[in-house]
């Protein structure tokens, strides 16, 4: 992790002399996750690059070596417990969704040498891939809710496994999927947005209580287009391109209490994943009404 100026000396401290924006608080500069494992996010840099490869961008003379390298520090890391997508404070745990990435990460590879000709030892990546998605299937989903659960051993669901799909783990109408949508729909639905997870447990390692993350409700617009639910999809997508403000922004959460953005603005993830919705729904054949084409799209 850098800073702005390309710093790595990033330890997070507190300025309690700043009263924060409206009084929100404490204020903070550095980040904690400076010191975290996050194993998604190796996945997360395969999965972009191969997309790359997909889209004709061709390989420097670099960019092969450099994945060759991540997925060599993979390969002896991967099963090693992580903070996860949303850098929880609380103890590192087998995530899910992280060991879904994980998985993309081999497949990618896989597919890299498979289909693209480039050079590595894609039988051991084949056979790791495989070991990966055992280990998830075994240990990472609740037989008796049909769930996919939010780390391996827990009953809970959590936003981040709408990936799921997205990353070619699964179909989006697997009954394994849509029983997971359904205790998502039933345990993290605030006024009708998606929370990351629930805050009253003692995953986050924070205080309970958190407002809707906004790429979550995209990425809930994106099952429902591809699994679908085109009308779902349609109704969530409009409510959602209207929450964005006056230059057509989105931040990181809303406050469906109070009605106004909340956390970080603007926040990248929450437009990445409203063009990924659009991309689902235009995919589905889904109609789109007149107010989804304002200053989000």
Sequence with gaps: MYGLSGER?????????????????????????????????????????HAAREAGITETEFSWPLQRALIDYL?????????????????????????????????????????FGL????????????????????????????IFTQYFGGSDVDASLLVLPQVGFCAPDDPRMLGTVAAIEADL???????????????????????????????????????????DATAL???LVALSNDVGLLSEEYDVRYG?????????????ALALAADAIVAGSVPVGTSAAGPGL
Excluded at 25 to 40: E, H, L, S, T
Excluded at 260 to 272: D, E, F, I, K, V
Aim: proline letters at 5%; glycine letters at 10%; aromatic letters at 8%.
């Design 75 to 115: 390969e002896h890391n991967w099963s090693r417990p992580d903070q996860g997508i949303w850098e929880v404070r609380g103890p590192a745990r087998e995530f899910a969704h992280s060991r879904v990435m994980v998985w993309a990460a081999f497949d990618r590879m896989v597919r890299g040498v498979s289909e």
């Design 9 to 49: 000396y990033l330890p997070e401290r507190e300025l309690t002399s700043l009263p924060g924006y409206r009084g929100a608080g404490p204020v903070r500069v550095g980040n904690g996750a400076v010191n975290q494992f996050q194993a998604d996010v190796i996945g997360e840099v395969l999965v972009a690059l």
């Design 237 to 239: 997508m409009e409510r």
């Design 260 to 272: 106004h953005q909340a956390g970080n603005t603007p926040q990248a993830l929450s437009h990445l």
């Design 189 to 231: 639905l605030s006024g009708g947005l998606v929370l990351r997870y629930r805050t009253d447990t003692t995953v986050a390692g924070l205080p309970a209580g958190e407002q809707p993350f906004l790429a979550c409700s995209f990425w809930l617009v994106e099952q429902y287009a591809a699994s679908g639910r085109g009308s």
């Design 119 to 146: 050079d590595g030892p894609v039988e051991r990546w084949a056979e790791l891939r495989e070991k990966v998605r055992l280990d998830i299937e075994r240990h990472g989903f609740d037989a008796e809710r049909n």
